[in-house]
């Protein structure tokens, strides 16, 4: 019992965590924003799965790390242009359109990779960003090795969720996207296109989970494999109402979860010779189950979520 606590207390055990919560706070982030604006995006999982390819593929052919970067949320981007056209402008169902975005997204990325690598029995491998070393930073004790020795992108996503947090309360575009997920006909009657701040919201949350699975890929791996987004992009669904629709909570929950992973990882290393190991990989999602269950049931969720809105309507 002793060496399960040990586990707790050590650097490597948060560090690990910090990493393995990376992709998820790009995807909670990019959940967070598309929600605000009042539509869930379940096109997650596909979204991930082509930044995850698209971002690799694009360092494969020649470009540097950061172009990969940029490729990955364009294509982000794109699908999530594509989920807005479906539930923003037709205001279709937002289940059903999510769902299908997933899929169009994974198999495009899939059929991609077939095609352009088609007699590949190993992924190639590119190389992938590096952790950094931080001067004074990283020499701070247990916080220095934690947050300041990862890679460029897991400061990248830290960085983003004070970004957002000022962006949503501060600035008057955030204060507009936030209105459309309460009460859009009031935004209407301000003279603001409902249409148009949904789809922005849309397109830019997109963006950002597709950098999360980007970061798989080159950041975590250096390579692209299928399932290797492997339900993160559901579990950042379930993170954001965890998270109250908060990117400060949304950072939390995404450690949260990240540190159960790490702890399941390190458990079985202790006790694996007496449990299957099947027991520990479903730790981390029970613990989740009922953190979601204990820390949710008071959360404050957008008015208009998942309503579809018509100009004039009221």
């Known amino acids: 019992m002793a060496s399960v606590f040990d586990i707790l207390l050590t650097v490597s055990f948060w560090a690990a965590a910090v990493r393995i919560a990376t992709p998820l706070i790009f995807g909670v982030l990019g959940a ?8 869930l995006n379940l096109g997650i999982e596909g979204i991930m799965t082509v930044g995850a390819m698209s971002g690799w ?27 807005s056209f479906f539930t923003v402008t037709l205001g279709l169902s937002q289940h059903v359109s999510g769902l299908g975005v997933t899929m169009l997204a994974t198999s495009a990325a899939y059929f991609t990779y077939r095609v352009i690598l088609p007699n590949v029995d190993t992924p190639p491998r590119i190389i992938p960003f590096q952790p950094l070393d931080i001067p004074v930073l990283s020499s701070i004790p247990l916080l220095g090795p934690v947050l300041f020795q990862q890679t460029a992108l897991t400061l990248l996503a830290f960085v983003l969720v004070g970004v957002l947090a000022w ?21 209407e009657a301000q003279g603001l296109n409902v249409l148009w701040l949904r789809t922005c919201a849309v397109v830019a949350g997109s963006a950002i989970m597709a950098i999360g699975g980007a970061f798989l890929t080159m ?16 579990i950042c669904i379930a993170l ?7 990117p400060g909570k949304a950072l939390f929950a995404a450690i ?11 458990l079985q290393q202790v006790v694996g010779a007496f449990l299957p190991s099947q027991i520990f990989l479903m730790i981390p999602y029970i613990l989740s189950i009922v953190a979601l269950v204990v820390w949710s049931r008071r959360a404050s969720y957008p008015k208009a979520l998942m309503i579809p809105y018509v100009r004039g309507q009221r």
Not at 240 to 246: D, E, H, I, L
Not at 256 to 266: C, E, I, P, S, T
């Open 32 to 39: 967070l924003l598309c929600e605000k604006s009042g539509v």
């Open 57 to 83: 593929l694009a360092v494969y052919a020649g470009a540097d790390l950061w172009t990969g970067v940029v490729v990955a949320a364009f294509m982000g981007a794109l699908f999530g242009l594509l989920l």
């Open 167 to 187: 962006f949503l309360a501060k600035t008057p575009l955030g204060l507009a996207v936030r209105a459309v997920g309460e009460n859009p006909s009031a935004v």
């Open 219 to 234: 950041s975590a791996f250096d390579a692209f494999f299928f399932e290797m987004v492997a339900g993160r992009g559901w």
């Open 240 to 246: 954001t109402v965890f998270a109250s629709w908060k």
């Open 256 to 266: 949260l979860f990240g540190a159960f992973d790490a702890f399941q990882v390190r």
